[in-house]
């Protein structure tokens, strides 16, 4: 029995004197895939961010093959063989993708150091055989900023991995890409595996994990609750360790009557990322949208909300022709839409939450231009309690929530609106199980009560417990329409995947 | 993270108890101008505690104070605002040329510099809004127009010859104690404080400030309220223009030379964000008279102006480093 590559003894980190790290321990083999859970809140990121030198532990000992080792900064970690895929991308957008790769440790033509010439051309050659090598189709000249969400996620793997490191820490990586990137990340886990290459591997979606992961840590509340291999835990063992109590994942599907058309879309197109799309959504009714990531879907719906500007295309709203040329508009006629994003969308990161609940409807607490505090406390208040919103006050930041609570300040501020039509473009990305369930609850809830509600997932068993009726989109277009008996994994896939027919 | 907090085992600590560091990022500017005040109370009672001396600072402060206020609106909405200085000496000239004794009504040279700078602001505005030009070549631009348009409304030379009642506006006092310049820098500071704590327009101002993305999915008209904005700022240039050219009695084309520098520095002293969505109304009123009370006091101590200079810099430079070391260091 070798010594583990990695060991953390006995971490701990406060934050203004809040532990937020006590005891931490963990071991990591070599070779092994090692998950790490737990609820957003419970330390994970921050025991990352000490793996990589981000920041500094208060205490404990973090050993390398045996030797301890100091991280002071994140080039040491680097240098030690660490490297980490953010959950929050943080590519140079107007850099092409080939500078992206090698940034920070550029291929130089002669000279050393800062004042070596870059080789762009080799850069892009190495680029380029580093994506062959893991069948990436993304061309290295291009620029970061023209790339969608999923292809800078895979630049970045690309990234990390390309640096020789020994251990790759993977921070929620597939968050934001297709069941086909997953697919093409697994495959390249196990190769990193086969090469005695260590990931530290953070994730929510359980059935990833037990796909790919060896040894399972669960931490909660900065407590580190228990660490074995993958064979010892059952999705309900972990659910338990993560949350400490018992929570069953899958929200019942609640049967509402379903009522007249409130939102009707006839031939909407944008550009070319939207062809020629029509649906109506009634009220009471869940109505999915399937789809791969770059499918248009989010264009389809910010096209909907003013956001876009249609290049043709309909709207009714009740029956009646509309023109929504701008956010407001669309709030005015009763529609709200939950942005994918909600870090550069959805959230003024710099406000309380309560001044980003009440920023959509701030007219419903104003007279004549003048806030009405009280009555905003009260609504902020309200809002918190039943969106069970976890927050130190309605006078704190909303910068220092957790995703899911983030995520549930946006929900409270469009529900402020008391929208008709409510549309969610992936309400749950990122966010843990609890908050998750919450959100299915809330799903069901708005439904209950009359509200044609528009859901974006990419997570098929999420769409298809929450829908009863998907809309399936492929290239900007309608490919299809399956009502609640007629769901499968297959047949969405099916129509999800783009034809063969030749782009215009 | 904060999550925890809420856990019953850690309610002991009490996170949101009112701790020294969070009285000093709230009111450690107050603090510093206090103490600032005392030392010199103490180093030359005589001189600085004269009540003829301390309204001297007040009317000081109050130029640079009424800039700072529409400063303070451009960057919280996350722009900068660079032509100020400009615009004072170009409405000043105006001004003093429609106050020569019995040309016009009083009302119009009060109003005309007024509404002539609100005017140039909210071109400076729309085409930050409207144009996607950035904030700061906009303003660059109407700074170097402005200076110029200054010089050719007047041919160069400075306008003489205004009316006393021109005079009077900057240069009354009420009751022979307190100085209309006083006055008018109170109201326009409460004014804005009224507007940006108390308003849907002020809250907006904010919001556009902290992630104009999310503003403009959230309904906001982004683009409107940037330009107003520069309105705002460029209105209260033309007021600063109009009391400058009143209390000196004329109008100069070089007038306003780095104001908006003063105005600048005295809203980074008072805590504002240069990157926006963040400060407090007061923050730039105390960074105003900061400034003025600093340079009076360093002129009663018989400080070079040499000197000066270089400890009013310091005083910027640490101001913001306190800042940023308030809000949790530079990450």
């Known amino acids: 029995m070798t010594s583990p590559l990695l060991e953390v003894r006995g971490i701990a980190k406060s934050f203004n004197r809040n532990p937020v790290l006590q005891d931490v321990s963990l071991s990591v083999g070599r070779g092994e895939v090692h998950a790490v859970m737990g609820e957003n809140g419970a330390g994970k990121s921050t025991l990352m961010k000490i793996l990589m030198g981000m920041i500094s532990a208060d205490a404990g000992e973090i050993l390398l093959e045996g030797r301890p080792v100091s991280l002071r900064d994140p080039r040491a970690a680097m240098d030690l063989g660490l490297a980490m895929i953010h959950q929050e991308l943080s590519p140079v957008l107007d850099m092409e993708v080939a500078e992206n790769v090698f940034l920070g440790r550029e291929i130089r033509r002669f000279g050393a150091g800062p004042l070596g010439v870059v080789d762009l051309g080799e850069m892009r050659r190495a680029c380029q055989e580093l994506f062959d090598r893991f069948s990436i189709l993304i061309d290295p000249c291009v620029c970061m900023r023209d790339l969608s969400v999923a292809e800078m996620q895979l630049v970045e793997i690309v990234k990390a991995i390309s640096t020789s490191a020994k251990i790759v820490i993977m921070d929620e990586p597939t968050s934001a890409i297709t069941e086909r990137e997953v697919a093409i990340l697994f495959r390249q886990i196990d190769a990193l595996r086969a090469h005695g290459v260590s990931i530290i591997y953070i994730s929510h979606k359980l059935d990833e994990i037990f796909r790919i992961a060896d040894r399972i840590s669960v931490m909660r509340d900065g407590v580190m609750i228990v660490s074995d291999v993958a064979s010892a835990f059952t999705r309900d063992s972990i659910i338990r360790a993560m949350v400490g109590r018992e929570i069953t994942n899958f929200v019942p599907k609640a049967t509402v009557p379903i009522g007249e058309a409130v939102l009707t879309v006839r031939n ?237 | 993270m904060t999550e925890r907090t809420m856990k019953p085992t850690a309610s002991k600590r009490r996170p949101r108890a009112y701790g020294a560091d969070r009285f000093f990022q709230d009111f450690g500017l107050v603090l510093i101008f206090v103490v600032v005040v005392g030392v010199l109370v103490v180093l030359s009672p005589g001189a600085f505690a004269r009540p003829a001396n301390l309204i001297g600072i007040i009317k000081q402060a109050s130029i640079n104070g009424v800039l700072a206020m529409g400063m303070m609106f451009v960057i919280i909405s996350g722009g900068i605002d660079l032509s100020v200085g400009s615009i004072v000496a170009f409405t000043g000239v105006v001004a003093a040329s429609l106050a020569h004794p019995g040309a016009y009504p009083l009302a119009l040279t009060i109003i005309a510099p007024i509404v002539l700078g609100a005017a140039i602001g909210a071109v400076n505005g729309a085409s930050v809004a409207y144009g996607r030009i950035p904030s700061f070549i906009v303003t660059l631009a109407a700074m170097i127009v402005f200076r110029g348009a200054a010089l050719i409304a007047c041919d160069g030379s400075p306008v003489f010859g205004v009316s006393g009642a021109f005079e009077d506006i900057a240069g009354g006092f009420v009751r022979d104690v307190v100085p209309y310049l006083a006055i008018y820098f109170a109201l326009v500071a409460l004014a804005s404080a009224f507007i940006l704590k108390m308003t849907v327009y002020g809250r907006r101002v904010y919001a556009i400030g902290g992630n104009p993305v999310a503003a403009g999915v959230s309904g906001i008209n982004v683009r409107a309220l940037q330009t107003s904005v520069y309105a705002i700022s460029g209105a209260l240039a033309g007021f600063a223009g109009l009391l400058l050219a009143s209390r000196t009695v004329s109008g100069s084309p070089t007038a306003g030379e780095g104001y908006e520098l003063n105005a600048i520095a005295a809203v980074i002293i008072g805590g504002v964000s240069m990157s926006g969505g963040v400060g407090h109304w007061y923050g730039p009123v105390i960074g105003a008279l900061l400034i003025a009370v600093i340079g009076n006091g360093l002129d009663i101590l018989n400080v070079s102006s040499y000197y000066q200079l270089v400890i009013q810099g310091l005083i910027i430079y640490f101001a913001v480093l306190a800042d940023v070391r308030s809000k949790g260091g530079l990450r």
């Open chain 1, 268 to 504: 909407l197109t944008w550009k070319k990322r939207v062809r020629d799309v029509s649906f109506s959504a009634r009220a009471g009714e869940i109505l999915g949208i399937a789809g791969l990531v770059g499918a248009g879907r989010s264009e389809m719906v910010e096209t909907l909300f003013g956001i876009r500007r249609a290049s043709s295309g309909e709207i009714l709203i009740h029956g009646r022709p509309e023109r929504i040329r701008s956010p407001g508009e669309a709030i005015r006629h009763g529609l709200a839409l939950v942005t994918e994003d909600r870090k550069t969308t959805g959230l003024n990161l710099l406000g309380t939450v309560e001044e980003n609940i009440s920023l959509a409807a701030i007219g419903r607490v104003a007279r004549f231009g003048l806030i009405r505090k009280g009555k905003e406390h009260v609504w902020a208040e309200d809002s918190i309690e039943t969106l069970r919103i976890k927050t130190l006050s309605r006078d704190a930041l909303v910068s220092s929530l957790s995703g899911g609570n983030q995520q549930k300040v946006v929900l409270a501020k469009w529900l402020m609106t008391t929208p008709e039509v409510i549309i969610l473009d992936e309400p749950t990305r990122g966010i843990d199980v609890g908050a998750k369930r919450d959100i299915y609850l809330l799903i069901g809830e708005l439904a209950r009560q009359g509200k044609a509600v528009i859901v974006i997932s990419s997570e098929l068993i999420e769409i298809m417990g929450l829908a009863d009726r998907i809309l399936v989109m492929a290239e900007g277009r309608m490919t299809g329409e399956l009502k609640r008996d007629a769901f499968s994994q297959e047949r969405i896939m099916e129509l999800a995947t783009p034809s063969n027919e030749v782009r215009p």
